[in-house]
Protein backbone atom coordinates (compact mmCIF):
# COMPACT_ATOMS: atom_id res chain seq x y z
CA UNK A 1 0.00 0.00 0.00
CA UNK A 2 1.31 3.09 -0.98
CA UNK A 3 0.47 7.22 -0.88
CA UNK A 4 0.78 8.08 -4.76
CA UNK A 5 2.39 11.72 -4.93
CA UNK A 6 1.39 12.74 -8.20
CA UNK A 7 -1.16 14.83 -9.63
CA UNK A 8 -3.17 11.84 -10.80
CA UNK A 9 -2.73 10.45 -7.15
CA UNK A 10 -4.25 14.14 -6.03
CA UNK A 11 -7.34 14.32 -8.09
CA UNK A 12 -8.19 10.66 -6.64
CA UNK A 13 -7.05 11.84 -2.99
CA UNK A 14 -9.64 14.77 -3.56
CA UNK A 15 -12.45 12.76 -5.35
CA UNK A 16 -12.86 10.28 -2.46
CA UNK A 17 -12.87 13.13 -0.10
CA UNK A 18 -15.60 14.49 -2.03
CA UNK A 19 -17.58 11.49 -2.72
CA UNK A 20 -16.88 10.81 1.44
CA UNK A 21 -17.99 14.30 2.51
CA UNK A 22 -21.09 14.48 0.14
CA UNK A 23 -21.71 11.24 2.14
CA UNK A 24 -21.65 12.89 5.61
CA UNK A 25 -23.60 15.75 4.10
CA UNK A 26 -26.52 13.87 3.25
CA UNK A 27 -26.24 11.54 6.57
CA UNK A 28 -26.82 14.94 8.33
CA UNK A 29 -29.21 15.64 6.53
CA UNK A 30 -28.18 18.26 3.66
CA UNK A 31 -29.08 16.64 0.88
CA UNK A 32 -28.62 19.68 -1.17
CA UNK A 33 -24.72 19.97 -0.13
CA UNK A 34 -24.41 16.05 -0.40
CA UNK A 35 -25.37 16.63 -4.26
CA UNK A 36 -23.21 19.29 -4.85
CA UNK A 37 -20.19 17.62 -3.43
CA UNK A 38 -21.26 14.59 -5.26
CA UNK A 39 -21.34 16.17 -8.71
CA UNK A 40 -18.03 17.87 -7.99
CA UNK A 41 -16.34 14.23 -6.98
CA UNK A 42 -17.82 13.00 -10.29
CA UNK A 43 -16.40 15.88 -12.01
CA UNK A 44 -13.29 15.41 -10.11
CA UNK A 45 -13.01 11.66 -10.90
CA UNK A 46 -13.89 12.45 -14.94
CA UNK A 47 -11.05 14.61 -14.86
CA UNK A 48 -8.54 12.14 -13.58
CA UNK A 49 -10.12 9.30 -15.98
CA UNK A 50 -9.45 12.32 -18.75
CA UNK A 51 -5.98 13.23 -17.37
CA UNK A 52 -5.22 9.23 -17.31
CA UNK A 53 -6.15 9.32 -20.97
CA UNK A 54 -4.15 12.16 -22.09
CA UNK A 55 -1.16 10.81 -20.64
CA UNK A 56 -1.35 6.73 -21.69
CA UNK A 57 -2.33 7.52 -24.43
CA UNK A 58 -5.04 4.86 -24.91
CA UNK A 59 -8.23 4.27 -23.60
CA UNK A 60 -7.37 4.01 -19.64
CA UNK A 61 -9.39 0.62 -18.74
CA UNK A 62 -6.19 -2.05 -19.55
CA UNK A 63 -5.40 -2.58 -16.23
CA UNK A 64 -7.04 -2.40 -12.76
CA UNK A 65 -5.56 1.11 -11.55
CA UNK A 66 -7.37 2.27 -14.68
CA UNK A 67 -10.79 0.13 -14.27
CA UNK A 68 -11.46 1.10 -10.51
CA UNK A 69 -10.58 4.54 -11.58
CA UNK A 70 -13.43 4.36 -14.14
CA UNK A 71 -15.32 2.47 -11.29
CA UNK A 72 -15.14 5.96 -9.27
CA UNK A 73 -16.55 8.08 -12.36
CA UNK A 74 -19.24 5.42 -13.09
CA UNK A 75 -20.86 6.13 -9.47
CA UNK A 76 -23.05 9.15 -10.39
CA UNK A 77 -24.01 8.62 -13.44
CA UNK A 78 -25.65 5.52 -12.15
CA UNK A 79 -26.82 7.42 -9.19
CA UNK A 80 -28.59 9.96 -11.35
CA UNK A 81 -30.41 7.46 -13.53
CA UNK A 82 -31.36 5.36 -10.66
CA UNK A 83 -33.18 8.13 -9.03
CA UNK A 84 -34.09 10.08 -12.15
CA UNK A 85 -35.64 6.89 -14.23
CA UNK A 86 -36.20 3.74 -11.72
CA UNK A 87 -37.38 5.73 -9.07
CA UNK A 88 -34.98 3.95 -6.56
CA UNK A 89 -33.16 6.26 -3.75
CA UNK A 90 -30.07 5.13 -1.75
CA UNK A 91 -27.77 7.69 -2.86
CA UNK A 92 -25.91 7.50 0.13
CA UNK A 93 -24.92 4.18 -0.78
CA UNK A 94 -23.82 5.47 -4.20
CA UNK A 95 -21.20 8.12 -2.47
CA UNK A 96 -20.04 5.23 -0.34
CA UNK A 97 -19.25 3.28 -2.91
CA UNK A 98 -17.35 5.71 -5.27
CA UNK A 99 -15.21 6.37 -2.60
CA UNK A 100 -14.94 2.59 -1.78
CA UNK A 101 -13.71 1.63 -5.68
CA UNK A 102 -11.21 4.70 -5.78
CA UNK A 103 -9.47 3.16 -2.78
CA UNK A 104 -7.57 0.60 -4.74
CA UNK A 105 -6.56 3.05 -7.26
CA UNK A 106 -5.27 5.48 -4.27
CA UNK A 107 -3.76 2.92 -2.37
CA UNK A 108 -2.97 -0.46 -3.74
CA UNK A 109 -3.03 -0.72 -7.82
CA UNK A 110 0.63 0.64 -9.34
CA UNK A 111 -0.29 3.26 -11.51
CA UNK A 112 2.62 2.85 -13.85
CA UNK A 113 1.53 3.27 -17.94
CA UNK A 114 1.77 0.01 -19.76
CA UNK A 115 2.35 -0.66 -23.42
CA UNK A 116 -1.61 -1.52 -25.10
CA UNK A 117 -0.88 -4.91 -26.32
CA UNK A 118 -2.61 -5.42 -29.74
CA UNK A 119 -5.40 -7.67 -28.66
CA UNK A 120 -6.45 -4.71 -26.61
CA UNK A 121 -6.85 -2.06 -29.46
CA UNK A 122 -9.76 -2.87 -31.03
CA UNK A 123 -11.82 -0.61 -31.13
CA UNK A 124 -14.71 -2.60 -29.17
CA UNK A 125 -12.56 -3.05 -26.98
CA UNK A 126 -13.53 0.37 -24.56
CA UNK A 127 -17.10 -0.52 -25.01
CA UNK A 128 -17.17 -3.99 -23.51
CA UNK A 129 -15.04 -3.13 -20.50
CA UNK A 130 -16.96 -0.35 -19.61
CA UNK A 131 -20.24 -1.96 -19.94
CA UNK A 132 -19.35 -4.55 -18.07
CA UNK A 133 -18.11 -1.96 -15.24
CA UNK A 134 -21.20 -0.22 -15.32
CA UNK A 135 -22.76 -3.56 -14.44
CA UNK A 136 -20.45 -4.41 -11.47
CA UNK A 137 -21.94 -1.01 -10.36
CA UNK A 138 -25.37 -1.81 -10.48
CA UNK A 139 -24.71 -4.97 -8.47
CA UNK A 140 -22.75 -3.34 -5.74
CA UNK A 141 -25.36 -0.79 -5.46
CA UNK A 142 -28.11 -3.26 -5.69
CA UNK A 143 -26.32 -5.49 -2.89
CA UNK A 144 -26.29 -2.11 -0.98
CA UNK A 145 -30.15 -1.71 -1.16
CA UNK A 146 -30.79 -5.20 -0.52
CA UNK A 147 -29.70 -4.73 3.21
CA UNK A 148 -30.80 -1.24 3.70
Known amino acids: MEIKYTVQGLLIYVTMA ?15 VGQVLFLAGFALAT ?7 VHVRHVPLQNLFEVFLFLGVACYPISWFSRRVL ?3 GQWADMLIGAIVLFPAGFI ?6 HLPPALQSPLF ?13 MLKAAFQAVE
Open 109 to 114: FNAEPM
Open 47 to 53: SSCAYRW
Open 87 to 89: RIG
Open 18 to 32: AYLLALVATIARRPR
Open 126 to 138: APHVAVYMFSYVF
